[in-house]
């Protein structure tokens, strides 16, 4: 604590000049005209915040130090206690007791509080002068490189990478995890594999990123673009985002390694490896040992090495990591809420662990806004926990104590909300202003019956397994039942308030992989402990589970076909071979390309025929093609971004594509790209599509054809009648049923755009 808090504090120093310059040049820059008021507002709150970390590391600081002197005061008057009570009379006269009184508490404080200086000055001289070196050499190269310097963002995305590794560190020591040789070593070697899997999986497939797959990506390149305009418009596009759905939050973590490499989509992808799994790696390490300690598990070396392998190689941890999406960046956070609450009852008022809980939980939200199902599913099961915990201590006669942690436990909930609201106002107010299951009803399948056979599946039998022996180990041995009541009731809790709104989707497996992996704990204790009986079974059980879990490809598709397919032969689908093998046609046409060659072809055609100002419109718009296929293959370029229109085939999230009326050119498929819904003949894209091969030659000729070579041709037609209202409302009317439950996402804007061009 002394360490991270002294370097945070100290090295914070520096801040302090950098925001006032800062504060200066745009209050200069605001009577020019040049800035706002709103760059204005957005420094101050940085300052302000850089102020609060600062100010409270330093109290952290002081307070550990003194903790640490007066522990060392203890132990020095322990160890001359033990000696004096050994030592013979004759020897204690001889000393005198003035002598002995001098040692035991005058000499005793000095070497203490010389000790406490010493490790003040330490941090309060040099590393608070290395800090301003440091600082100085960084505003010459920042000086060399300005205007619009490329390195400030990377810089600090680098802070903000060393301050969450350093407040891991923390959340470590509060939950009393230590590490020994052992486990630093297993660490290491799983983060060694992991640099080489994702390398390996990234490199041996050829894949375009669309979709949500590329929307981090895009966020990344507007966050360089943001900072080259300078600090105040960098942080204003941080902070402006975290009213939206997808936040720029995560942009300040990935910058630092990302901006070393190529900045394609696959280097993207590999870069979290260097940005998010060291954090994460520990984190999980630190709950396998917390699950353990509270488990009193003794066969420690077979459980920390089944517990982490069997989490970590889990596919749905890495899935939307390996597709570049960094979703699972938010599971630092969760696992921190999970050390710091665990084997806590709110039996005292802990700030420190009470402000890491509060940081924990608004960075998990910001990171994505999904988080939050697991957030509430969690603190209410958690809540629910504590309660019993304080009334089973009322029923023993300590009933002060069971209102004591009742007590805390409200205070601490009540603040966390109320400095929730005020930080994050623009975020809340956006939350409970709009209607998510509304919007998001297309992705409703089914409610919780589908939701639990997609959980079943994606656990795979083998795991289902594991859980099934942790269970039952649990109840033989009354080991900790609150730990599986725990993960089941905030695992529960979160699918009902998901499925209220949509069915998961892959990415947002991972909100429940906090409660999954602690069953996965437990099953992990279950099969260490008995390791005894059937040796070798057990081995072998675990080495093909972990074998498995590392061959499946890691895709949307491949995850849920193969847990199908172990499940699906016996307990659930009725067709597994069929789900499989259709899962595995359409991964040969999307993870593994063919076909980009042609993609680029068609990209390339549309750059050249399409002046500036001018667009084409696609149709197909699904996993096999999309407009984002051909925007993205080339990245980081993205000549023909603005174009290609982006598509139109989600109702409650895609408007009436009004940009098929104004495009130059209009792109369509031969057969029609298969689609992700049940019912394709009522996608929209697919009715679109029949809309326009109805009338295509009134309005249409024939300008280009591409084969793909994978059966697919695509074919590109040239306007020839300007549109018409007429046109429009031929369009329009195949889509009355959307129309009439998003009238401002169909009939409105139609209008609105005809009414415009006079038509």
């Given at each position: 604590m002394v360490t991270v808090s002294g370097l945070i504090y100290n090295l914070g120093l520096v801040v302090s000049p950098w925001f006032e310059g800062q504060l200066a040049q745009c209050l200069l820059g605001i009577l020019n005209g040049n800035e706002t008021f709103a760059a204005m507002a957005a420094l101050c709150a940085g300052y302000l915040i850089a102020i609060a970390v600062v100010q409270g590391s330093r109290f952290i600081k002081r307070l550990y130090v003194r903790k640490f002197a007066n522990n060392i005061n203890r132990s020095m008057k322990q160890v001359l206690y033990a000696n004096l009570v050994r030592k013979d009379?004759?020897?204690?006269?001889?000393?005198?007791?003035?002598?002995?009184?001098?040692?035991?508490?005058?000499?005793?404080?000095?070497?203490?509080?010389?000790?406490?200086?010493?490790?003040?000055?330490?941090?309060?001289?040099?590393?608070?002068?290395?800090?301003?070196?440091?600082?100085?050499?960084?505003?010459?190269?920042?000086?060399?490189?300005?205007?619009?310097?490329?390195?400030?963002?990377?810089?600090?995305?680098?802070?903000?990478?060393?301050?969450?590794?350093?407040?891991?560190?923390?959340?470590?020591?509060?939950?009393?995890?230590?590490?020994?040789?052992?486990?630093?070593?297993?660490?290491?070697?799983?983060?060694?594999?992991?640099?080489?899997?994702?390398?390996?999986?990234?490199?041996?497939?050829?894949?375009?990123?669309?979709?949500?797959?590329?929307?981090?990506?895009n966020k990344q390149y507007n966050a360089e673009a943001a900072f080259l305009q300078g600090p105040a418009v960098g942080f204003h596009f941080i902070l402006d985002s975290l009213a939206e759905d997808y936040t720029n939050f995560n942009t300040l973590f990935l910058e630092f390694p990302f901006c070393l490499t190529d900045r394609t989509g696959d280097s993207f992808a590999i870069c979290q490896v260097f940005s998010i799994v060291p954090m994460l790696l520990l984190l999980l390490a630190g709950l396998v040992v917390k699950v353990g300690q509270m488990l009193q598990v003794k066969n420690r070396f077979w459980y920390f090495l089944i517990g982490l392998s069997w989490t970590f190689t889990y596919p749905w941890l890495r899935m939307s990591a390996v597709l570049s999406q960094p979703d699972w960046f938010g599971l630092i956070f969760a696992f921190s809420i999970l050390l710091l609450t665990l084997d806590f009852r709110f039996e005292k008022l802990d700030l420190p662990r009470f402000g890491l809980l509060f940081l924990a939980t608004a960075a998990i939200i910001l990171s994505r806004r999904w988080y939050l199902y697991f957030v509430v599913g969690y603190y209410f099961a958690y809540a629910v926990l504590v309660l019993v915990s304080s009334a089973r201590i009322a029923k023993v006669g300590r009933k002060q104590e069971a209102l004591l942690q009742v007590r805390n436990l409200i205070l601490f909930g009540l603040m966390s909300m109320v400095a929730m609201v005020i930080l994050l106002w623009p975020l809340v107010s956006h939350i409970l202003g709009y209607d998510y299951a509304d919007h998001y009803s297309y992705y409703n399948g089914g409610g919780m019956v589908t939701e639990t056979y997609l959980q079943c599946a994606r656990m795979g039998l083998m795991n289902l397994v594991l859980m099934g022996m942790g269970l039952w180990f649990c109840f033989k041995r009354r080991k900790m039942p609150a730990l599986p009541c725990l993960a089941g009731l905030e695992i529960l809790l979160s699918m009902v308030l998901f499925t209220r709104v949509q069915t998961t989707g892959s990415q947002h497996m991972l909100l429940f992989?906090?409660?999954?992996?602690?069953?996965?704990?437990?099953?992990?204790?279950?099969?260490?402990?008995?390791?005894?009986?059937?040796?070798?079974?057990?081995?072998?059980?675990?080495?093909?589970?972990?074998?498995?879990?590392?061959?499946?490809?890691?895709?949307?598709?491949?995850?849920?076909?193969?847990?199908?397919?172990?499940?699906?032969?016996?307990?659930?689908?009725?067709?597994?071979?069929?789900?499989?093998?259709?899962?595995?046609?359409?991964?040969?046409?999307?993870?593994?390309?063919?076909?980009?060659?042609?993609?680029?072809?068609?990209?390339?055609w549309i750059d050249t025929h399409c002046a500036d100002g001018e667009i084409a419109y696609m149709i197909p718009h699904d996993t096999l093609y999309c407009p984002d296929h051909f925007k993205n293959c080339l990245l980081p370029q993205t000549p023909i971004n603005n174009k290609l229109a982006f598509g139109f085939s989600v109702p409650g999230t895609h408007y009436f594509p009004m940009q098929f009326f104004e495009a130059k050119y209009v792109l369509t498929a031969d057969p029609f790209p298969l689609t992700h819904v049940n019912d394709p003949e009522n996608e929209m894209s697919h009715k679109l599509n029949d809309m326009f091969l109805a009338v295509r030659d009134e309005y249409f000729a024939l300008e280009e054809t591409f084969d793909m070579g994978n059966g697919t041709t695509f074919t590109i037609w040239r306007r020839t009648v300007a549109p018409t209202r007429a046109e429009v409302e031929y369009y329009l009317s195949a889509f009355k049923e959307e129309d009439a439950q998003y009238p401002e996402m169909f009939s409105q804007i139609a209008e609105s755009w005809l009414a415009a061009r006079g038509l």
């Open positions: 009379k004759v020897e204690l006269e001889q000393a005198g007791t003035g002598t002995l009184m001098t040692e035991a508490i005058s000499d005793v404080d000095a070497c203490a509080e010389g000790m406490r200086k010493f490790t003040t000055e330490i941090f309060d001289t040099g590393i608070a002068l290395l800090a301003y070196a440091v600082s100085a050499l960084a505003l010459v190269v920042l000086g060399l490189a300005a205007p619009g310097s490329a390195i400030f963002f990377p810089l600090v995305s680098l802070w903000c990478n060393l301050a969450l590794f350093g407040l891991v560190l923390v959340v470590l020591r509060l939950a009393d995890v230590k590490f020994d040789l052992f486990h630093w070593a297993v660490i290491i070697g799983f983060w060694a594999a992991a640099l080489l899997y994702f390398y390996w999986a990234e490199t041996r497939r050829s894949f375009v990123y669309i979709w949500d797959y590329v929307n981090y990506i992989l906090p409660g999954w992996f602690l069953l996965f704990l437990i099953g992990a204790a279950a099969l260490a402990e008995g390791m005894n009986r059937r040796r070798n079974l057990k081995i072998g059980f675990w080495l093909f589970t972990i074998a498995f879990a590392t061959s499946v490809r890691c895709s949307p598709l491949t995850t849920v076909a193969l847990p199908d397919f172990l499940i699906g032969r016996t307990l659930l689908s009725a067709s597994p071979q069929e789900s499989a093998h259709d899962f595995a046609a359409i991964d040969d046409l999307v993870y593994d390309r063919k076909d980009l060659p042609q993609i680029k072809a068609i990209a390339s």
